[in-house]
């Protein structure tokens, strides 16, 4: 039987991005994201390496900056490899394949794969739906009885 590996992270991203170019000519473009979980004395913050290629380099290079609150899926990977100065270093790394900016302009335009790119939608529409993102986020928050 094959197994599952899945990872579904919502955070927010902690420092700007950076893109290089792999050895195929495609983009590889890491994000660097933290997740808050627990309150009070029970609060953690768990940092995560995310690594897009291809289109969604392309758009997380494009439209995701430090500050910029993701959602993001993907898989786990571990990698392995040799620094210079010979010694094995590991990493572990969430390869994601889709991404989706929330309460931003652009949050309503899922990017996955080969999805449209996010600036053929006009100012105005940008401006209205980050207002309605805006007014969602506001009711959610003051709706304490949410049950979940």
């Known amino acids: 039987m094959k197994g599952v590996n899945k990872v579904i992270v919502l955070g927010r991203v902690w420092k700007e991005p950076t893109t290089r170019m792999a050895n195929n000519g495609n983009k590889v473009t890491q994000v660097d994201m933290v997740t808050e979980s627990g309150t009070g ?8 390496k995310v ?7 392309e758009i997380a290079e494009q439209y995701v900056g430090k500050g910029t609150n993701l ?3 993907g898989r786990i990977n571990y990698r392995k490899w ?8 590991y990493t572990t790394e969430i390869i994601g394949n889709i991404l989706q900016m929330v309460n931003s302009p652009d949050a309503y335009k899922e990017v996955e794969g080969g999805s449209e790119h996010k600036s053929n939608s006009s100012p105005q529409i940008r401006k209205e739906m980050s207002s309605l993102a805006d007014q969602v986020g506001e009711k959610i928050e003051a709706n304490d009885d949410v049950p979940f």
């Open 41 to 48: 004395d029970y609060a953690k913050a768990d940092w995560h």
């Open 82 to 89: 040799q620094a210079k100065d010979g010694t094995d270093r």
């Open 71 to 73: 959602y993001v899926e």
């Open 51 to 57: 690594v897009f290629y291809g289109r969604p380099a």
